[in-house]
């Protein structure tokens, strides 16, 4: 049992693009016992395996206080997205400090394999499809300060540059954008 230190955008890794998972053995099973343990740890309802810094396409969730499920994702998929979207507030473990405004699909189905391996499938709305949708991204190597309208973006560009440099953030923007709730 481990919590493991959790990457910031300072770390080059989050940027990479993870391999999928080939072996469904006890270090997968140590791997995401890990993650929900270091996950609790910062109080996050998701992480990818790369922000532990494994390049794997792992995700595990929790959203259970929320309402919704709590999980281990395998080598997840987007089957199908809404083209209805939600409007809604994201922060990331790995972007300590900060949040901002993301739309996002409203609903997904979401593809992905278990820890025996067997193939399944689960649909989620609102906060757990923002949720797949932020930690798939992970493991395609996007972070979702990079995603902002260049609006948001651009108030925040100097807070993200400081948290990319491995410093605090200076709250010099509005309430609003300041971290009130970690996504992953
Ligand atoms: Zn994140």
């Given at each position: 049992?481990?919590?493991?230190?959790?990457?910031?955008?300072?770390?080059?890794?989050?940027?990479?693009?993870?391999?999928?998972?080939?072996?469904?053995?006890?270090?997968?099973?140590?791997?995401?016992?890990?993650?929900?343990?270091?996950?609790?740890?910062?109080?996050?309802?998701?992480?990818?395996?790369?922000?532990?810094?494994?390049?794997?396409?792992?995700?595990?969730?929790?959203?259970?206080?929320?309402?919704?499920?709590?999980?281990?994702?395998?080598?997840?998929?987007?089957?199908?997205?809404?083209?209805?979207?939600?409007?809604?507030?994201?922060?990331?473990?790995?972007v300590p400090g900060?949040?901002?405004?993301?739309?996002?699909?409203?609903?997904?189905?979401?593809?992905?394999?278990?820890?025996?391996?067997?193939?399944?499938?689960?649909?989620?709305?609102?906060?757990?499809?923002?949720?797949?949708?932020?930690?798939?991204?992970?493991?395609?190597?996007?972070?979702?300060?990079?995603?902002?309208?260049?609006?948001?973006?651009?108030?925040?560009?100097?807070?993200?540059?400081?948290?990319?440099?491995?410093?605090?953030?200076?709250?010099?923007?509005?309430?609003?954008?300041?971290?009130?709730?970690?996504?992953a």
């Open positions: 049992m481990a919590v493991r230190p959790v990457l910031t955008i300072q770390d080059e890794r989050l940027y990479q693009v993870s391999e999928p998972v080939k072996k469904f053995d006890k270090g997968l099973r140590d791997l995401v016992r890990d993650m929900f343990e270091s996950m609790a740890e910062e109080g996050g309802v998701g992480l990818a395996a790369v922000q532990i810094g494994v390049l794997k396409r792992v995700l595990v969730i929790d959203l259970v206080e929320k309402g919704f499920i709590k999980g281990a994702f395998i080598n997840p998929h987007l089957i199908e997205a809404s083209d209805e979207m939600q409007e809604g507030e994201e922060g990331c473990l790995s900060l949040s901002a405004e993301l739309k996002r699909p409203r609903w997904v189905k979401i593809g992905y394999q278990d820890l025996s391996g067997n193939h399944k499938i689960v649909e989620g709305e609102m906060l757990l499809a923002r949720a797949f949708l932020h930690e798939m991204d992970h493991l395609d190597g996007k972070v979702f300060v990079d995603q902002l309208e260049p609006s948001i973006h651009k108030l925040l560009a100097g807070d993200i540059d400081r948290i990319k440099h491995g410093l605090p953030v200076e709250h010099a923007v509005e309430p609003r954008y300041r971290n009130k709730k970690k996504t």
